[in-house]
Structures are given as structure tokens and as C-alpha cells.
T-cell receptor, first 111, second 112 residues
Framework: SQQGEEDPQALSIQEGENATMNCSYKTSINNLQWYRQNSGRGLVHLILIRSNEREKHSGRLRVTLDTSKKSSSLLITASRAADTASYFCATFHSGNTPLVFGKGTRLSVIA | KAGVTQTPRYLIKTRGQQVTLSCSPISGHRSVSWYQQTPGQGLQFLFEYFSETQRNKGNFPGRFSGRQFSNSRSEMNVSTLELGDSALYLC???????????FGPGTRLLVL
């Protein structure tokens, strides 16, 4: 399966701390995307990083990509209670293939 | 731009019935994908339509079908509902495959 795997499955931190989530995948990718899902709602796109990029920033989000290790990390700095959600990585491999989503990391930020 | 809309938002059906869910993508988006999300299986890809053609299909039985209209609106149909079909069904649109997907709020289906 090409499915990405997030690690850890669940993460609980205090408000103000940084949260780091990891994603590993098995076959080469064209791009990798991170999404957030608040409980029972649709997913919201956070950031897309292409295979020729190593790092991207968006506000308090920092994403890195290591294609040699087939892994990516999402860092949320200075977390807030509103960041409590599930975070998914999705990989796009080639051509007209669909995005492949991992099982997600559940982040709880405690005020 | 208006976001992706899905109707209905909630649905209760009984085993054996059929259901049709609707998705209106963001204006200009030609790709519409459908996903099933359950606590046990996570987010599973159902199918993708692009310009009225099914381009990709996930590993689901033939009871799950879909279509896309010329205005890019899409419907998915599940026939002969089973208890295990209870899930959140998500629709997402994008301008092309592999780029950012914009998700609707989902349709929560409960099969009794």
C-alpha cells in the first residue's frame, strides 16, 4: 500500500508548547499535503510541499520533507486550544492517481 | 468563491435501502473525489470524477457508484445499504489531480 502513516497516533500537549507530527510513505511522491480535521467535519488543507522542496512555512506551521527517508514532519509552534484536531498527511504519487491519506494524528492542546 | 457543498448533511436509512448523496464543487473545479470516513478504517478513497469520467476507483463493492454532471456537480449512490455503511461521506474538489483538495462538510449517514 502507498498509504502514508502518521506518528504518533495521538498527542497531548499544553497550550504554548510546540507539536510535531510525522508522516512516512513508501513510494516516491510528486507532492505531500497536510490537512486538519476538526471533530466530525470536513478536512481543511494546511500546506502542500513538492518533492523538490525541503521546507515550507505558513504562519505557525513548518513542514519539512526528506525524500531520501520518505518522511515529512509538521511542526505547529506555540500551540493553541483551537489547534485541537486530527491532522492527516496525504501523498500524491503520479499522473492521475488519487491522493492517498494516512490515518491521522489526533492532537489535543490543553489550555 | 463559494466552498464545496454537500447535501444532505445528515441522513438516517435502514438496511436494504438506497441513498444518493450530492456534492457541488468549487466553481471551476473539474475534479471531484469522494471518501468514506469511519473510526475503524479511517479515510478511504471511493472514487474520483474528472470532466464527467470516473478516473479512479477505490476498493469498494459495486453497491457504491457515482457520477458527475456537465456542471461538475457529482452524486454518489449506495444501494442495498448495510450497517457497515454508516459513516461520514466526504466530497472534495480540486482543479486537477494531485493538487490541493477542498473538502465539503460531509454527509453523515446512519444505517439502522
Amino acid at each position: 500500500s502507498q498509504q502514508g502513516e502518521e506518528d504518533p497516533q495521538a498527542l497531548s500537549i499544553q497550550e504554548g508548547e510546540n507539536a510535531t507530527m510525522n508522516c512516512s510513505y513508501k513510494t516516491s511522491i510528486n507532492n505531500l499535503q497536510w490537512y486538519r480535521q476538526n471533530s466530525g467535519r470536513g478536512l481543511v488543507h494546511l500546506i502542500l510541499i513538492r518533492s523538490n522542496e525541503r521546507e515550507k512555512h505558513s504562519g505557525r506551521l513548518r513542514v519539512t520533507l526528506d525524500t531520501s527517508k520518505k518522511s515529512s514532519s509538521l511542526l505547529i509552534t506555540a500551540s493553541r486550544a483551537a489547534d485541537t484536531a486530527s491532522y492527516f498527511c496525504a501523498t500524491f504519487h503520479s499522473g492521475n492517481t488519487p491522493l492517498v491519506f494516512g490515518k491521522g494524528t489526533r492532537l489535543s492542546v490543553i489550555a | 468563491k463559494a466552498g464545496v457543498t454537500q447535501t444532505p448533511r445528515y441522513l438516517i436509512k435502514t438496511r436494504g435501502q438506497q441513498v444518493t448523496l450530492s456534492c457541488s464543487p468549487i466553481s471551476g473545479h473539474r475534479s471531484v473525489s469522494w471518501y468514506q470516513q469511519t473510526p475503524g478504517q479511517g479515510l478511504q478513497f471511493l472514487f474520483e470524477y474528472f470532466s464527467e469520467t470516473q478516473r479512479n476507483k477505490g476498493n469498494f463493492p459495486g453497491r457504491f457508484s457515482g457520477r458527475q454532471f456537465s456542471n461538475s456537480r457529482s452524486e454518489m449512490n449506495v444501494s442495498t445499504l448495510e450497517l457497515g455503511d454508516s459513516a461520514l461521506y466526504l466530497c472534495a474538489s480540486s482543479s486537477t489531480s494531485g493538487e490541493t483538495q477542498y473538502f465539503g462538510p460531509g454527509t453523515r449517514l446512519l444505517v439502522l
